[in-house]
Nanobody, 125 residues
Framework: QVQPVESGGGWVEPGGSRRLGCAASGGTFKYSTVAWFRQAPGKAREFVAAINWDDGTVLYGDIVRNRFTIRRDKPKNTVWLQMIGLEYEDTAVYYC??????????????????WGQGTQVTVSS
């Protein structure tokens, strides 16, 4: 049983950067896809990025626009989401999720079995 635990949220100025972490607490991400989703108040949950833990294959949502990078850190059993060029519209709770999800469904939040509590990212001046 694995529990994703997010870290790194906080306040950032427009155009700034932030790095979020997703650690596998009490388990491992082996044989899993690890994904980031986000949800702003009054809006639907959006797919941000996903990575296959074992082979490193990545997929980004349209909202990323070449600004975010998802990476594995196997010694720390952690997935990082490096965000640059942040905008007001990026303000949201960012959630990490994992599961044995076939690549056809990486963008589909209901396919993931394990979810973190989320970490708040606020972009403001």
């Amino acid at each position: 049983q694995v529990q994703p635990v997010e870290s790194g949220g906080g306040w950032v100025e427009p155009g700034g950067s932030r790095r979020l972490g997703c650690a596998a607490s009490g388990g491992t991400f082996k044989y899993s896809t690890v994904a980031w989703f986000r949800q702003a108040p009054g809006k639907a949950r959006e797919f941000v990025a996903a990575i296959n833990w074992d082979d490193g294959t990545v997929l980004y949502g349209d909202i990323v626009r070449n600004r975010f990078t998802i990476r594995r850190d196997k010694p720390k059993n952690t997935v990082w989401l490096q965000m640059i060029g942040l905008e007001y519209e990026d303000t949201a709770v960012y959630y990490c999720a994992s599961g044995s999800v076939r690549s056809d469904y990486w963008r589909d939040d209901v396919r993931y079995d394990y979810w973190g509590q989320g970490t708040q990212v606020t972009v403001s001046s």
